[in-house]
């Protein structure tokens, strides 16, 4: 169950088949045999974790998840599977960042590979991850980051056919030994985007002409390793290729579909952030609340002290709300079709908004155990480093913010709440009293709900548009099927066209539960807001008003999901009270954030202090949970 946090002592990982289950068990007995003193000594000088790769080659852990069925040479273990990457994505942020992240840029450096028509790459790199090799993703640039349409990696064609690849790659994990790096790179011979002019016009398909993904070898004379950019045991690579010899055979993508395969690819890695961030928060809530329980001043346990209380029931409520978004997140994943994207939404959300909870965490955490969470026995300090980290990878938080707006029109507007445009045009919808904005914002919304059906039958655009946001309910998935989709997800863009069904209803399953009533109420005047005071075009082009619209708007779905996993789950009324009563105060603090922008409208100003509202206190609740917190005191401790 989800309201219980992970222990791998005793997991038995029933949910999967017996293979999969082999393998985790088998990574999870290689730490705790290992134990903490090694994986601490091990992070503290640095030591490339070349035994933990030898088992990985040993058991053929990363060649049986991460190898698609179609390049399984007929082995039935081997499949890319959505929630057993996800398992494994957690334990290994449970036990260590520095481990997770080899993973998880193998997996980013495997993406543009699978998503091409190369069959011999393909194949290639199934033969190296059966012999335990790992792989890197060479997109960033020191000098130009995200900005790939700038990238200074030229290939000069021969005549005769194939390139000469000449550039500097940075931030690039596994970079020093990778067997393959798919690099990101252009053709001296053909122009290159305007990067500033792009954001304001989709290039055209002639543009992107020059665009070329294609595979590299880290142990060629020609690839220059420079150094390790961070101080860490992890290697983050800058690297050069200097006159490197790129055949033909070695391209993976040409023109528009680089970039595609660059996104679609990131698409699927940050995904893994979310696990890693719950791995690492459950490791480090067990050494807090058990250090916290078992010690005593002034004569009473830390963990009776109110504001360490306080502490540790939002962290605790924090992070089953984090594990309960994840793994509904898993099934939209692996239900992702072409006529469903919705996953493009739920996976920025996942990257974003779960490694910022995780984050959150420990730094309640260490402001409830102080001293203690940097004294070199513990794992907490590897865990707040790697909190830090998440949420800024994969994309920061600011992109994948800027990603999640382009969702928001189509999500928080059901074709059957379009009676709600008449708000814009009522005299005064943006400054009159909040109880007169409201009665008239839902007597709009229940007309729309009640007529549009009816409607629809009449008006064919109406009927389109219903038919494009019914979708089938997505069931639970951790079934042993091969994700096959999420290498063929095709164009990165047209994300204005993905449709949503209505939020509503599974929040009204919950109104019984206070605090998700309160959030409810608050998600209602956050449509109000948005129907009465859209952003200007102006406010449009302003990410930071823009970030603080998606502070908003981003909780809603984010909601969703946890209450979606709920109802499957039957999690308690009291914990989900507790994950609502967080909520409703953040949303409030987000509400106030938007009023005092500097760019917001005087309509915008008062729209939104509609959403402030204070959470139901409930002392019984609170204390039940605390209880829940405490219990898990204790329950484990790695082996030393």
Same mark, same amino acid.
């Given at each position: 169950?989800?309201?219980?946090?992970?222990?791998?002592?005793?997991?038995?990982?029933?949910?999967?088949?017996?293979?999969?289950?082999?393998?985790?068990?088998?990574?999870?007995?290689?730490?705790?045999?290992?134990?903490?003193?090694?994986?601490?000594?091990?992070?503290?000088?640095?030591?490339?974790?070349?035994?933990?790769?030898?088992?990985?080659?040993?058991?053929?852990?990363?060649?049986?998840?991460?190898?698609?069925?179609?390049?399984?040479?007929?082995?039935?273990?081997?499949?890319?599977?959505?929630?057993?990457?996800?398992?494994?994505?957690?334990?290994?942020?449970?036990?260590?960042?520095?481990?997770?992240?080899?993973?998880?840029?193998?997996?980013?450096? *495997?993406?543009?590979?699978?998503?091409?028509?190369?069959?011999?790459?393909?194949?290639?790199?199934?033969?190296?991850?059966?012999?335990?090799?790992?792989?890197?993703?060479?997109?960033?640039?020191?000098?130009? &980051?995200?900005?790939?349409?700038?990238?200074?990696?030229?290939?000069?064609?021969?005549?005769?056919?194939?390139?000469?690849?000449?550039?500097?790659?940075?931030?690039?994990?596994?970079?020093?030994?990778?067997?393959?790096?798919?690099?990101?790179?252009?053709?001296?011979?053909?122009?290159?985007?305007?990067?500033?002019?792009?954001?304001?016009?989709?290039?055209?398909?002639?543009?992107?002409? &020059?665009?070329?993904?294609?595979?590299?070898?880290?142990?060629?004379?020609?690839?220059?390793?420079?150094?390790?950019?961070?101080?860490?045991?992890?290697?983050?690579?800058? $690297?050069?290729?200097?006159?490197?010899?790129?055949?033909?055979?070695?391209? *993976?993508?040409?023109?528009?579909?680089?970039?595609?395969?660059?996104?679609?690819?990131?698409?699927?890695?940050?995904?893994?952030?979310?696990?890693?961030?719950?791995?690492?928060?459950?490791?480090?809530?067990?050494?807090?609340?058990?250090?916290?329980?078992?010690?005593?001043?002034?004569?009473?346990?830390?963990?009776?002290?109110?504001?360490?209380?306080?502490?540790?029931?939002?962290?605790?409520?924090?992070?089953?709300?984090?594990?309960?978004?994840?793994?509904?997140?898993?099934?939209?994943?692996?239900?992702?079709?072409?006529?469903?994207?919705?996953?493009?939404?739920?996976?920025?959300?996942?990257?974003?908004?779960?490694?910022?909870?995780?984050?959150?965490?420990?730094?309640?955490?260490?402001?409830?155990?102080?001293?203690?969470?940097?004294?070199?026995?513990?794992?907490?300090?590897?865990?707040?480093?790697?909190?830090?980290?998440?949420?800024?990878?994969?994309?920061?938080?600011?992109?994948?913010?800027?990603?999640?707006?382009? $969702?928001?029109?189509?999500?928080?507007?059901?074709?059957?709440?379009?009676?709600?445009?008449?708000?814009?045009?009522?005299?005064?919808?943006?400054?009159?009293?909040?109880?007169?904005?409201?009665?008239?914002?839902?007597?709009?919304?229940?007309?729309?709900?009640?007529?549009?059906?009816?409607?629809?039958?009449?008006?064919?655009?109406?009927?389109?548009?219903?038919?494009?946001?019914?979708?089938?309910?997505?069931?639970?998935?951790?079934?042993?099927?091969?994700?096959?989709?999420?290498?063929?997800?095709?164009?990165?863009?047209?994300?204005?066209?993905?449709?949503?069904?209505?939020?509503?209803?599974?929040?009204?399953?919950?109104?019984?539960?206070?605090?998700?009533?309160?959030?409810?109420?608050?998600?209602?005047?956050?449509?109000?807001?948005?129907?009465?005071?859209?952003?200007?075009?102006?406010?449009?082009?302003?990410?930071?008003?823009? $970030?603080?619209?998606?502070?908003?708007?981003?909780?809603?779905?984010?909601?969703?999901?946890?209450?979606?996993?709920?109802?499957?789950?039957?999690?308690?009324?009291?914990?989900?009270?507790?994950?609502?009563?967080?909520?409703?105060?953040?949303?409030?603090?987000?509400?106030?954030?938007?009023?005092?922008?500097?760019?917001?409208?005087?309509?915008?100003?008062?729209?939104?202090?509609?959403?402030?509202?204070?959470?139901?206190?409930?002392?019984?609740?609170?204390?039940?949970?605390?209880?829940?917190?405490?219990?898990?005191?204790?329950?484990?401790?790695?082996?030393?």
């Amino acid at each position: 169950m989800t309201t219980t946090l992970f222990n791998p002592k005793t997991s038995e990982f029933a949910e999967f088949d017996a293979q999969t289950r082999r393998l985790l068990r088998a990574t999870v007995d290689w730490f705790e045999s290992r134990g903490k003193a090694a994986l601490k000594s091990d992070d503290r000088d640095r030591i490339w974790y070349a035994d933990f790769l030898d088992f990985v080659k040993r058991e053929r852990v990363f060649a049986t998840f991460l190898t698609p069925a179609a390049e399984a040479n007929g082995d039935p273990n081997k499949r890319w599977d959505t929630a057993r990457i996800a398992m494994l994505s957690k334990i290994l942020g449970f036990y260590g960042m520095s481990y997770w992240y080899v993973w998880q840029v193998t997996i980013l450096g *495997l993406g543009p590979i699978w998503q091409s028509d190369n069959t011999a790459a393909k194949r290639k790199a199934a033969a190296l991850l059966d012999s335990g090799e790992i792989f890197a993703f060479g997109l960033s640039e020191k000098e130009h &980051g995200a900005d790939v349409y700038s990238t200074d990696t030229v290939l000069e064609p021969h005549p005769g056919g194939g390139y000469t690849a000449t550039g500097s790659k940075h931030y690039i994990g596994n970079g020093n030994l990778a067997a393959m790096v798919s690099v990101f790179g252009r053709r001296a011979d053909k122009p290159i985007i305007d990067s500033a002019k792009a954001l304001d016009s989709k290039p055209t398909q002639e543009d992107y002409e &020059g665009y070329l993904f294609f595979v590299a070898d880290s142990k060629h004379k020609n690839y220059k390793l420079r150094r390790n950019v961070v101080d860490s045991q992890m290697y983050v690579a800058a $690297f050069d290729l200097e006159q490197y010899p790129v055949a033909e055979e070695d391209i *993976l993508h040409r023109g528009e579909d680089a970039f595609h395969a660059a996104m679609n690819t990131v698409n699927v890695g940050k995904f893994n952030l979310g696990f890693g961030a719950v791995g690492a928060c459950e490791h480090a809530y067990y050494e807090a609340i058990t250090h916290a329980e078992d010690r005593i001043l002034f004569g009473h346990r830390v963990t009776e002290f109110p504001q360490v209380r306080s502490l540790l029931t939002d962290s605790y409520a924090r992070l089953i709300g984090m594990k309960l978004y994840s793994e509904r997140a898993i099934d939209y994943l692996r239900c992702a079709a072409p006529e469903d994207r919705r996953y493009l939404l739920f996976n920025a959300i996942e990257k974003m908004t779960v490694t910022r909870q995780g984050q959150r965490i420990v730094e309640d955490l260490a402001d409830v155990i102080a001293a203690r969470g940097f004294e070199n026995d513990m794992y907490f300090p590897m865990a707040m480093l790697g909190l830090f980290g998440l949420p800024r990878l994969e994309g920061t938080v600011h992109v994948n913010m800027a990603l999640s707006l382009k $969702f928001m029109a189509n999500y928080m507007f059901h074709p059957i709440d379009a009676g709600l445009a008449a708000l814009r045009l009522l005299p005064g919808a943006g400054v009159v009293p909040k109880s007169t904005v409201r009665a008239v914002s839902t007597a709009l919304s229940w007309s729309s709900r009640q007529l549009a059906p009816r409607a629809a039958a009449a008006v064919p655009k109406l009927r389109t548009e219903l038919a494009g946001a019914s979708y089938p309910t997505v069931p639970t998935r951790r079934d042993a099927a091969d994700d096959e989709f999420l290498f063929r997800q095709g164009p990165s863009s047209g994300l204005g066209r993905i449709r949503f069904r209505d939020w509503r209803p599974v929040f009204e399953k919950f109104t019984h539960i206070p605090n998700v009533a309160v959030f409810f109420d608050q998600a209602l005047a956050f449509q109000t807001l948005l129907a009465a005071a859209a952003p200007t075009a102006a406010q449009q082009r302003d990410v930071d008003f823009l $970030f603080a619209l998606g502070e908003l708007f981003t909780a809603v779905p984010y909601a969703q999901l946890i209450l979606e996993q709920a109802e499957i789950e039957g999690t308690g009324a009291d914990v989900l009270d507790q994950i609502f009563d967080g909520f409703v105060r953040e949303f409030s603090r987000n509400a106030l954030t938007l009023h005092t922008k500097p760019a917001a409208t005087k309509a915008q100003q008062t729209r939104a202090l509609d959403l402030i509202r204070r959470p139901v206190a409930d002392r019984a609740r609170f204390e039940q949970v605390l209880g829940q917190a405490r219990a898990h005191a204790g329950v484990y401790v790695m082996n030393r």
